[in-house]
């Protein structure tokens, strides 16, 4: 390859990585040239995760070697790799939770002079990184207050840094909202048009549409093969699972009637929500739609009690909780999906199966009295990964040791298990291969035709369009439309989602 | 992803010995390793160590501390500390003592009055600590210093510095130096403590909920476990734990000392990590505390057989926790190479 338009940045050889009882790659070839986009695709657990913290210095590779401009290289860390020019995104975050915005765009780089840290400028630079990207976050602000989506911005901006040559995006979309990501797609299109090679991991295919200059499929930590950016969808989904996959969102049954969760003019403490009145009906899919921060994610985290409500009720079957604790809803039969998997959902140094039951422990068919019953737990938990299709189906495993798709795969899974009759899902297919969702949403249509109430918040439209029988829209943190089956389209739901006002409305 | 069984991966035939001892040393750990090299050190240098008398003796001397472990291990297991374990032991050591010796009763209602008296001052300070923890957020390590200064206030106001003497002799006779079956009641007690604590935490589900509250809060929060609750439900047992200990203590000594109980903070928490319960809360076993504990208590009496001065003694305590965290990273990063095929 001596064409310079086709120059190799990067490249990997045989590239080995095994963990206990897994081998997570497998003798993987990988190429990366200037200035293309280059999209990894693989199913839940494949080794796309593991592939990109080997090439950004995060892990050692087992066996196998790495070029970066033609030149064999040791990665010792992160920053022998940051030194390269190779920065990267991780799926799961890599921000100081107790530091501000700011302290953590700059670490590692921190301005200043005989060791001392110059605050003010330290502030600007961030400032101006933020500005850079039209990000509206204040520097000032501590990580740990930020929503997931927020976290995800502040990552992206730290990523990018001016002496870039390798950029490493793992799913880099998969909180934020269409206009968000929109955002990013011209970030990553001006930085490729600079000549960055940009590695990119996505399940979703219009993002492959949209950006990809080749695409590298990976199954069960093999190379299957790679094409060419025009590949169509389904030969794609083919290559990855190794078989069809049919439609993806199955039938709605007919909508129920009868008002399960009823929330009146409820408003939150810090603002996030004002004013939102909404219901949830038995047989029923609702659909939550706003852009980030938009209080959608605000709103049923305040039904489940997690929320400072200020004003406003809320009842369940009849009954009033608007300020009961989570213990006291799910009683009622109220379960909630977190979408922050890492921090509110998953006991990560604890087995898979402590996860998974947590919440059931009082059932009888876990625990009889105060007691446990190891067996039947085991059990439970074994089912529930095998139905889920998590690969492995080990509940004995760690959490932190499943890949991200399978790790959310275990707590949807743990909260389908519940048999309750109110499903809080707040983004249940974030980071799931296209393959496993038909799974999902099958089970999440069942659900609704048993009759119970489900509640499906999503930053991703096809979901809020395909899977809900009723839409709520949400913007700056009020609900600024109602749509039912007919009125849902892209249009109508961007317009509430953008705001913008009556005056649209009558052009309209 | 291909799976394989991990016997496959660990069995693979590899010629040297290093290699080996490499792989036996991730599967099992750093303090069997460290058990056997002080088993070795010692009765290479005291005939006297290696003997049953001994060793019987070393455990019934340690007995309290295995059983304080215990108690630090629930705490760290729920995510917090206990630097108050030494003064509660004091303090409890102070008011079984005094309630003993004011009672003009049988010996035998004496004894029960004390030890009933010393296991509710322990539980009620685990209650102040736990409170402080989970009701007014206070950091585990600010509330447990401020406590321990508190209750080794109390514990010297309360006598004035001088030890509570007039103990009923049948006190020290049946805890501090009977024996049932050959083996001390101390030791029988320390199992005792070892195996309720254990059917606790694996078998029900507060103890579930204190590995998941140790684990992960919020994630813990947001599956309904009461967080509240299960903090104090351990820093109560720890209370009750030390306090148990502290009632050895004090019958083996025949008095009630308010100075006692000094160095069991970095004991009880030098044994929990040596025996690899993690500091960050919501991973480690019942048993590994327990063999920290032993090992600590093993290495002091060999050190004193030895005719160690006490002095040294306290810095090897302090570089063996060294050695044990080193090791046990080691063994991390090991067991990743072992699994790779690569050792
Ligand atoms: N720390 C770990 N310990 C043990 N196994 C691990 C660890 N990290 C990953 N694995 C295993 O390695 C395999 C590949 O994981 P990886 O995270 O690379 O998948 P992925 O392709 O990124 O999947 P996803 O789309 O779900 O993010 C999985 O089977 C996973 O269980
Ligand atoms: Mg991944």
């Known amino acids: 390859m001596t064409d310079p338009d086709h120059k190799v940045v990067l490249r990997v050889r045989g590239l080995t990585k095994k963990y206990p009882g897994v081998t997570a790659l497998d003798g993987v070839d990988f190429e990366l040239r200037k200035g293309e986009v280059h999209v990894l695709f693989g199913e839940n657990g494949a080794g796309k995760s593991t592939l990109i913290s080997i090439i950004s210095g995060a892990q050692h590779p087992d066996g196998g070697t790495i070029e970066v401009n033609g030149r064999p290289v040791h990665l010792a860390g992160v920053a022998a790799a940051r030194g390269l020019g190779i920065s990267a995104v991780f799926q799961e975050f890599s921000l100081m939770p107790t530091m501000t915005v700011a302290e953590n765009l700059v670490m590692g780089a921190e301005p200043g002079r005989f060791g001392l840290i110059n605050r003010r400028r330290v502030r600007r630079l961030a400032q101006e990184r933020l500005d850079e990207f039209d990000f509206h976050i204040s520097p000032d602000r501590l990580v740990e207050t930020l929503s997931r989506a927020e976290q995800q911005m502040v ?126 009906r038995a047989g029923e899919i609702v659909g939550f739609a706003g852009l980030m921060g938009s209080g959608k994610s605000t709103a049923a985290r305040a039904c489940f009690g997690l929320e400072r409500v200020d004003s406003g009720t809320l009842t369940i079957d009849g009954a009033d909780l608007t300020r009961a604790r989570p213990a006291r809803v799910m009683k009622a039969g109220v379960v909630y999906l977190p979408s922050d998997r890492k921090t509110e959902g998953l006991l990560l140094n604890r087995p898979l199966r402590e996860t998974v039951t947590l919440p059931w422990l009082h ?80 089970q999440i249509v069942e659900l609704a035709r048993q009759g119970n109430a489900v509640l499906v918040i999503s930053s991703e439209l096809p979901e809020i369009l395909h899977l809900c029988h009723r839409v709520y829209v949400f913007a700056h943190g009020t609900i600024t439309a109602e749509l039912r089956q007919d009125d849902i389209n892209e249009q109508t739901i961007l317009r509430h989602m953008m705001h913008w006002d009556e005056p649209a409305k009558e052009i309209a | 992803m291909t799976l394989q069984s991990e016997v496959e991966v660990t069995a693979r035939p590899r010629g040297s010995v290093i290699s080996y001892a490499a792989r036996i ?39 309290y501390i295995i059983i304080a472990t215990l108690g630090q291990f629930v705490v760290l297991l729920a995510g917090g500390f206990d630097l108050s374990i030494g003064a509660i032991t004091a303090l409890v050591s102070v008011s079984t003592a005094m309630a003993m010796s004011s009672q003009t009763g049988s010996p035998l209602s004496a004894v029960v009055i004390g030890i009933v008296v010393g296991v509710l001052v322990g539980m009620a300070c685990g209650l102040l600590n736990g409170l402080g923890v989970a009701s007014l957020n206070i950091n585990p390590f600010i509330m447990t210093l401020a406590t321990a200064s508190v209750f080794s206030g109390l514990a010297l106001m309360l006598t004035s510095g001088v030890p509570v003497s007039g103990l009923p002799m049948e006190f020290s006779d049946w805890l501090g130096y009977g024996s049932v079956f050959g083996i001390g009641i101390s030791i ?118 030895a005719q160690i001065n006490s002095y040294y003694q ?11 965290v080193v090791a046990d990273r080691l063994r991390t990063r090991l067991a990743s190479a072992v699994y790779a095929g690569k050792v």
């Open chain 1, 363 to 442: 059932r009888g068919s876990i625990s009889s009295g105060p007691v446990l019953r190891p067996g039947r737990e085991s059990a439970v938990a074994g089912d529930m990964l095998r139905r889920m299709k998590l690969s492995p189906p080990d509940p004995e495993r760690t959490a932190d040791s499943y890949s991200g798709g399978n790790q959310q795969k275990g707590l949807l899974g743990r909260a389908l298990l519940g048999d309750c009759s109110t499903y809080l899902l707040d983004e249940p297919t974030v980071g799931v291969d296209v393959g496993a969702r038909v799974t999902i949403y099958d």
């Open chain 1, 155 to 280: 990552e992206i901006a730290k990523a990018f840094r001016p002496e870039l040559s390798v950029l490493i995006l793992d799913e880099p979309t998969a909180s934020l909202t269409e206009e968000e990501s929109e955002r990013l797609f011209s970030l990553v299109e001006e930085a490729r048009g600079r000549g960055i090679g940009i590695v990119y991991i996505t399940h979703r295919m219009a993002e492959i549409r949209r950006l990809a200059n080749r695409v590298t499929v990976l199954r069960d930590g093999k190379l299957i093969t790679t094409v060419p950016g025009g590949t169509p969808d389904d030969e794609l989904i083919n290559l990855m699972t190794g078989r069809v996959v049919e439609d993806l969102y199955p039938e709605l049954p007919e909508p129920g009637t009868r008002v399960v969760l009823a929330a009146r003019d409820l408003s939150t403490f810090d603002g996030a929500v004002r004013n939102a009145t909404f219901e949830l």
């Open chain 2, 314 to 324: 306290m810095i090897v305590t302090g570089v063996v926790l060294a050695l044990a």
């Open chain 2, 188 to 305: 029988w007690l320390a199992l005792l403590a070892a195996v309720v604590l254990w059917v606790l935490l694996t078998l029900t589900r507060p103890g579930r909920h204190i590995y998941s509250v140790g684990s992960s809060p919020r994630a813990a929060r947001l599956s309904g476990v009461n967080e509240f609750r299960t903090l104090i439900l351990a820093y109560v047992t720890a209370g009750a734990l030390a306090a148990v200990g502290a009632v050895l203590l004090t019958a083996r000594l025949e008095t009630g000392e308010a100075n006692i109980g000094a160095s069991l903070p970095l004991q009880t928490i030098a044994a929990a990590v040596i025996g690899g319960v993690s500091l960050r809360g919501g991973a480690g076993r019942v048993l590994d505390a327990v063999l920290g504990a032993v090992f600590i208590g093993i290495v002091a009496n060999g050190m004193n057989l």
């Open chain 2, 25 to 63: 040393f991730v599967r099992i750990g750093v303090l069997p390793i460290l058990v056997v090299i002080a088993l070795i050190t010692f009765s290479l240098m005291s005939d006297n160590f290696l003997t049953v008398d001994n060793i019987h003796s070393a455990l019934r001397q340690n007995s």
